[in-house]
């Protein structure tokens, strides 16, 4: 697989002490408060097993699983909720998690929703954050680093499904990305 890389961002040492500073902050910030992660599926889940056991708070975790892409490398906006009840935060302190900050659309539509049901309060961390103009302004508050906006795999990020179980984080050789994505 990871030939199929024209170069790697982000090896899996340097994700990893990445992650303890994430994981320092957040067991900082949510020390005195019960805290509930929303993972983002199928992209956040490398992430999520990485991050939370690096957080030595009692917490709740639930997932949701959205999908935007339909094979391609372009959002299209219009997002599919796959699950059918949405977990239950009325009056818990949310902390959604997903994999990288992109249009914002995705991130966007998922805050509004979980909003509707009244959480005391709800943040956001991603692992990445393209810098690019948004469809939809998000502020996460936390990152773990920002990249170009390029495409790229690994680390639960994924093409086409693929690539998700790569140890490292890289952008995806361009003649791999079809035509038409
Ligand atoms: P957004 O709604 O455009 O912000 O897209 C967010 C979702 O698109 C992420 O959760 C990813 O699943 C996917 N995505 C965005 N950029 C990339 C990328 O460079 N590689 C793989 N997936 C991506
Ligand atoms: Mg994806």
Known sequence: MQKDLERILFDEATIHRRLDELAARISEDYRDRELTVVAILNGSLIL?????RRIPLPLKLDCLSVASYHGG??????????????????GRHILILDDILDSGVTLATIREKLKTARPLSVRICVLLEKK?????????????????????????????ERYRNLPCIGVLRKELIAQSA
Do not use: C, H, N, W
């Open 48 to 52: 999520m097993a990485d991050l939370l």
């Open 73 to 90: 490398t372009k959002s299209v906006g219009d997002l599919v909720f796959r699950q059918v009840s949405l977990p239950d935060v009325a």
């Open 132 to 160: 690019r103009t948004r469809t939809r302004a998000v502020e996460p508050d936390y990152v773990g680093f920002e990249i170009a906006d390029e495409f790229v795999v690994g680390y639960g990020l994924d093409y086409m």
